[in-house]
């Protein structure tokens, strides 16, 4: 069995390579039964890896303890949910968890977009698979998990385990890693997609709308998992360990891509207001082309933003921007105080000079 999943990691990891190639060449070679190829490849990855996941799995809950990593991570008298926790309770499990999770969310993302994206789908392919390869390199040839206790040259079979961390055996820490990984681990959708629309220089329309999926549902398991985690190290650690100390650099580490996360959306949302025309941050660059040629101070105007009737006032009389579109539905006020005017000139003219 451990040879099964040693060779499936194997070929997971020649397959991948293949994907990276052969979608790239095919999009740059204008073959696409080579790039469809690639996709197909995706899939063979994520079943080859599932293989050794499985064996994994299997090990773990049935005792093979003649495998190194199952002997350091399960015995006999543990529950089976601790058993299946084994998985990601080492280092060479957790890695194996993560390439999983990896070419899942890589096999999902190619099978949702086969019919759509095909311009952007190559580069995507490309960058799913290169971070695949990496962790397949540490899977099959760095931490294996499915290295052998051997005496000589003999496998010994040794007849219980050392277990779990003790530490681990909480409930939450059943179901915390896993929903860490797959907040982390689904975060290379929005990524790769980003990559592809700069290879292919494709504005960020569709594509936006496509990824604010992912970026939701890859947050909700991310919260989740660090509130879990929190659970777990007050419940277990108590009000120390995780929080003081050098613990304490790891809470706001975990926390990272949460506060990232609405920065994201929000700038997502924005550029679709921007493309439906309802708000935009930024005047439309048609709208200011004109401007742009009869004068050189209206050039600033893609930088200038426009939050109401008074800011765009402020815009006319400063450059003459007539073009300045009022996407705003509420009346126009009566009328503007000239102070309010005057700040605003000489706060646009301090962002000029900036500029």
Known sequence: MEN???????LAFCFAVYA?????????GKRPFLTLSAERAVYSVWALVSVA??????????????????????????????????????QEGSLLLWSWLLSTYAAVIVFQNRRKFRDMMPYVVGVLMFTQTFFLILNAFVASPFKMIAAGRGIVDIGDGQGLNPLLQYWTMVIHPPMLYLGYVGFIAPFAFAIAS?????????????TRRWTLVTWMFQTTGVLLGMGWAYA??????YWDGSGGKR??????HSYRVPALRHDAGEKRKMKSGTWCWFPP??????????????????????????HREILRRLHGHQHLPDVVSDPEPPGIPEERIADGERALARIQLQC
């Open 4 to 10: 099964i999943g040693a060779l499936a990691l194997l």
């Open 20 to 28: 990276i190639l052969g979608s790239l060449i095919g999009k740059w």
């Open 53 to 90: 996941a499985g064996i994994l799995l299997y090990s773990l809950i049935k005792g093979d303890f003649r495998m190194a990593y199952v002997w350091a991570t399960s015995n006999h008298t543990m529950p089976t949910p601790y058993k299946v926790a084994a998985w990601w309770g080492g």
């Open 198 to 210: 700069l290879a292919t220089k494709q504005p960020g329309d569709e594509w936006i709308k496509t």
């Open 236 to 241: 277990v650690l108590g009000w120390g360990g």
């Open 251 to 256: 809470f706001p580490a975990s926390l990272d």
């Open 285 to 310: 660059p048609s709208s200011c082309a004109s401007s742009e040629r009869s004068s050189p101070a209206a050039a600033s105007c893609n930088r200038c933003m426009r939050f109401g009737r008074p």
